[in-house]
């Protein structure tokens, strides 16, 4: 039984140049191992490797001519001047000097070229959550890292405001985890997210009997947040009438649970955080400004994700390791998928990010992601799809078995071609050629002569497309 192995093997003798290739493929985060000429027959028995790297110091053009024919599952790159010897398993020479986006690149032929050849990815359904850490190096994050550090040994009430899916709790959380209150309870709250008329009791408490349904004397969340911090997410969606109470709390550090006369002393940190704009909220009456200046005594705006795209390469690499620690694959990124993804708009910020993330791990489980591998949307380079050789017996074969293994009839669309064979005949090859313009021309036209959605929709790959319009002379006009 085949078996598949994530390793590079390295094949040739101890050198300079395999050592160096070595060195450069374990910073790129894989598994390298040396096999010597002789010892490879039975090393790659029944297995199949990532990739296997035949340098030139071999000099064994036969070995390459045995391993294309022998060997048509494993992808095969050259290293050094192996020039004459062709083969649809030998998919490129790695240059000299190295370099990432090279190596990165010939990877993803491998990976892509491995896919062909073995449909089934496994995947996994853990989820990844974000990350707790402020991450990157642009100046307004290096300002967010700078105010935290000014405001997390004292008391003081922080406003954290920023869009949404920026990292607001992340700031609350740094917050309270290098304060001297790290030792206590950090209690998040979104005060959007509960109905007005139970928040009082979520955020104060309730005695028992205070209300239908009360069976019981429970404790608020600014009890049980004692001696640590309590973060109000979403206080902008605060109903008014809590706002006062919020006041009062903020004020005099007392409060009295639903129901009941007692006056509870409280030792809470506040940290709240809102996407929404507190002084047009004012204006219009939605915010009483008494509690704005309560709670902005210390403000701290978390930049958009658009604004500091030079961050993404960080994020990435942070948010992919915590994705590797809960369990799954390790996903990597070729340098043109994240040159495409940082010209992405991100209206979602660092959750859209994290998402795409987790999306990716599932789609390629310790795989190297390119830029034609990114959701469309996130295409913002245009790069020739690689697509593995296949020889004409194979695509008959797989169209012949698609055919006869599907059960449900094909919809074919009503066209303007005959429904039976006339008397006199057809010419087959001139029909079809004509329903296949007819399908790309209307394809063009309904998605505004954007070639890749055209293919999306026809279920082709874009290069195909490409050279069918190419073959039938067609332009996007």
Known sequence: MMQTDQRILLVGNQSERINRLSCVFEFLGEQVELVAVDKLELRIQNTRFRALVISAETQSKELLKSLAGTLPWQPILLLGDLTGVTASNILGHIEEPLNYPQLTELLHFCQVFGQAKRPDIPTSVN??????????????????????????????????????????EVVARNIHYISER????????????????????ELFGHEKGSFTGAISARKGRFELAEKGTLFLDEIGDMPLQMQVKLLRVLQEKV?????GSKSITTDVRVVA????????????????????????????????????????????????SRVYNEGRGKVRFTQRAIESLKEHAWSGNVRELSNLVERLTIL?????????????KYRHIDVPEYCVEVSEEELERDALASIFSNDEPVDIPETRFPSELPPEGVNLKDLLAELEIDMIRQALEQQDNVVARAAEMLGIRRTTLVEKMR???????
Do not use: W
């Open 127 to 168: 989820q990844t959550k974000l990350f707790r850490s402020m991450v990157g190096r642009s100046d307004g994050i290096a300002q967010v890292r700078h105010l935290i550090s000014q405001v997390a040994s004292s008391d003081a009430t922080v406003l954290v405001l920023g869009q949404s899916g920026t990292g607001k």
């Open 182 to 201: 790290r030792d206590g309870p950090f209690i998040p709250v979104n005060c959007g997210a509960i109905p007005a008329e139970l928040l009082e009791s």
């Open 255 to 259: 409060f009295e649970r639903v129901g």
């Open 273 to 320: 955080a809102t996407h929404r704009d507190l002084e047009d909220m004012i204006t219009n009456g939605e915010f009483r400004e008494d509690l704005y200046y309560r709670l902005n005594v210390f403000p701290i705006e978390m930049p958009a994700l658009c604004e500091r795209k030079d961050d993404i390469p960080l994020l990435l690499q942070e948010l992919v």
């Open 364 to 376: 390629y489980p310790g795989g190297l992601v390119d830029v034609n591998d990114l959701p469309v």
């Open 471 to 477: 073959k039938y002379g067609m332009g996007k006009d």
